[in-house]
Every structure is written in C-alpha cells, then in structure tokens.
C-alpha cells in the first residue's frame, strides 16, 4: 500500500496504482489501531470489473512505526509506516529549533517497532560560523555514539543532501518530523521531481493552508522507496509499562540489568546501575533527563 486517504486506500499491484477499500472484517481491529492498514503494509487484493480493489489480507509486518493516535482516541495506536528498514527523525538548526524529547520519543518508538534510525539536522545553512552550535554538536556526539547516524545538511543550499542520499538507496526509509523543519523541501531535494508542496512557516497559520495529513511512499530513481510522513507537533508514545520503557533507550539498556533490583525503573531505587553510569558519565545526563521525562509521562 503506498498511499491512503482514510476511506481509499492506493495499492500498487504489477507498477499500477489500484483504489482500494478495506474489507470489512479488517475493520474489526480499528478498537486498537487507527486503520488496519498502514503505507508500506504488503496486501493482498481482488479487483472487481469496474477496476475497484478490494483489501482482504494485510501480511504480517516485519517491522512497524507508530504513535499514539491524536484527539479523541488517544488511546489507540496509530501506524505510521510498515515494513521499514529506516525512519530518520529531522529536525532544524533553528525555525523551529531541534528538540532532543521530540527525537528521544521517536526514537523509543523505532525501537519499539523493529526500525532502525537516525538523525537530520537540516536548515544548517542559518549556523553562524563565528557561533558554533556547542549543544547541538554535542547532542550530535552523544546520538553517533549511541549508534545512530546523524547527518547536518541543509535542503535549501544542498549542501551534505548528497551523502545523505547514498543513506537511502535501496532501503525503505520514512521521514518524520514537526512541520516547518524541511521535510518537503528535503524530499524535493532528495528527488527532484517529486514536487511535494513546500510551505513558509509565517503560511501555516492562514486559513485553507493545508499540509498532508496521510503518509504517501514514493519510489526513489537511484533504488528504493521513502515514505513522507505528515508533520507532527508532539509525538506522542503507546502506553506501556514503565518497567518496559529503559529498553527502548538502548544505551540506558546496557546498564539497565545490573540494577540491583529486577524491576528497577531507575528513577529512585537504591542500587541502581544506570543511574549510577550518568554520575560517572558513562551516560549522557540529557539522555537520561529524557527517559524521565518520559517515564513521567507514562
Ligand atoms: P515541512 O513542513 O517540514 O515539510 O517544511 P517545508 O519543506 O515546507 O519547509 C518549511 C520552511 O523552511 C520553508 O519556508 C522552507 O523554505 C524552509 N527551509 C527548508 N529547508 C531549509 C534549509 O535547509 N534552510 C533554510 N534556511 N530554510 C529551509
Ligand atoms: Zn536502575
């Protein structure tokens, strides 16, 4: 599935783009989950004579990207992409300004779902070279030495757009983001052609200014598919248990079982290994903070 609009669903089948609607024993999971199915989900349909398809088997996927669903039901999950081997969180220098919370909770749901990720830092044109950003770049080391890649570009000026490009061929990658950050601007830079509408942000504010709402996967010329996503401003996390949190943080995970009780959630128990391991530096202090924050939050 490569596009959906709520209702249709775009399936490619055999390089044609067929409408689909979803059959209706589908729907009975929609008390847990948004939609049954997501972009990048591998379907099996019927086409009936007037070209219409119908959905009735979504394959089981092997890895997943998802959020809590907004509004009224919060409490559902909402699957952004399936299947992905990638998901890179972008986020600016400035206008608006990175946000290490918003990348700390996408990055608890990749590892939820089986995705691999990194960073972008895009709109580095606007650095000022006699200011270098200090906290970014150490923001930067800490995720590099966490084992996730992390690129500084700027869509605008293409500069670094190329050697993040090798990073996409022949994978399935989504981006996410909050709007404003380049997202488009990025794509469009990524693959000249896509066209994908670009808005200033001093824009988003007017009526009828609308941005997508549904995620849409493009086939990329040097091999590949990447999966836009619309912007989100608060990336909220599945309900979980708070035990279960510390191993979405993988570098907190490699202390986390040396605690010296088993349901340790590190937060004030005695003996604890990884808050130990921040005191001694071994972890980053804004990792950590993270985790709380996420913890609480739970
Ligand atoms: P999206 O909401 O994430 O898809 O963001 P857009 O691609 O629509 O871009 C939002 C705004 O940021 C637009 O005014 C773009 O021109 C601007 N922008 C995008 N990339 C860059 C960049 O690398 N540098 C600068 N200075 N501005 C950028
Ligand atoms: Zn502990």
Redo the contacts with the bound molecule.
């Keep these: 599935m490569v596009r959906t609009t709520g209702v249709w669903q775009e399936v490619l089948a055999n390089g044609e783009r067929i409408s689909c609607r979803v059959r209706g024993k589908l729907r009975l999971r929609e008390e847990e989950t948004t939609h049954p199915v997501a972009v990048g989900d591998r379907v099996d349909i019927e086409i009936s004579p007037d070209g219409i398809g119908t959905i009735g088997t979504v394959h089981q996927r092997t890895s997943q990207l998802s959020r809590r669903a907004a509004g009224k039901r919060r409490s559902v999950e909402h699957v952004i992409a399936a299947n992905l081997d990638m998901v890179w969180i972008?986020q600016?220098l400035k206008?608006p300004k990175y946000n290490a919370g918003f990348i700390d909770r996408v990055l608890v749901m990749a590892e939820y779902g089986d995705v691999e990720a990194g960073l972008v830092i895009?709109?580095?044109?606007?650095a000022r070279e006699a200011h270098p950003d200090e906290r970014l770049q150490m923001m930067v080391k800490t995720y590099q030495e966490i084992g996730y890649p992390v690129f500084q570009?700027?869509?605008?000026?293409g500069g670094g757009v190329a050697d993040f490009v090798k990073q996409l061929r022949g994978k399935r990658s989504a981006v996410v983001?909050?709007?404003?950050?380049?997202?488009?601007?990025?794509?469009?830079a990524v693959q000249p052609g896509l066209g994908?509408?670009?808005?200033?942000?001093s824009?988003?504010t007017k009526k009828g200014t609308h941005?997508t709402a549904y995620a849409s996967m493009y086939e990329l010329e040097g091999g590949g598919e990447i999966i836009d996503t619309p912007?989100v401003r608060e990336y909220g996390l599945l309900n979980m248990e708070k035990v279960a949190l510390a191993a979405y943080f993988r570098d907190i995970n490699l202390y986390a079982d040396q605690c010296g009780f088993a349901n340790c959630v590190h937060d004030h128990e005695p003996d604890c290994a990884v808050r130990e391991a921040v005191e001694r530096g071994k972890l980053s202090v804004e990792r950590f903070v993270s985790y709380l924050n996420i913890l609480d939050s739970l």
């Excluded at 570009?153 to 000026?157: D, N």
């Excluded at 983001?177 to 469009?188: A, I, R």
């Design positions: 972008i600016a206008k895009n709109k580095m044109d606007l570009l700027s869509a605008k000026t983001g909050p709007s404003g950050v380049g997202k488009s601007t990025l794509l469009n994908l509408k670009t808005s200033d942000v824009e988003r941005t912007g």
